[in-house]
């Protein structure tokens, strides 16, 4: 049995005991959550998709950690001009725990 989520502005598809990184919440480490906005649910031969969300689906989740991603380098230069300027950015991440799929 899976699930498709709507989180952070992308879509997971997500399965029980799998962990989960996602966008920054607004949770604490330990703490349960409930994704209302299920888009679509298999279980074996049955597939219910949502028109948008599927009616009184829900996924519970447990936040594990919050942390930063990989480095990303973002390098600019201009040839000749004696223009380099190098910039990096490490974007916020909440671990999840995906607990149960409800239908």
Do not use: C
């Not at 962990?19 to 649910?41: C, Q, Y």
């Not at 996924?59 to 990303?72: L, P």
């Not at 380099?84 to 671990?95: D, F, I, P, S």
């Amino acid at each position: 049995m899976y699930a498709v989520i709507k989180t952070g502005g992308k879509q997971h598809r997500v399965v029980v005991n799998e962990l989960l990184k996602v966008e920054l919440l607004k949770a604490e480490t330990g703490e349960t959550i409930k994704f209302e906005d299920v888009l679509m649910i298999v279980d074996g031969e049955t597939v219910k998709i949502g028109q948008p969300i599927v009616e009184g689906a829900s996924v519970e989740v447990e936040v594990v950690e919050h942390g930063r991603g990989e480095k990303i380098r973002i390098v600019k230069h201009n040839r000749r001009k004696h223009y380099h300027k190098e910039q990096g950015h490490r974007q916020w991440y909440t671990l999840l725990k995906i607990k149960a799929i409800n239908a």
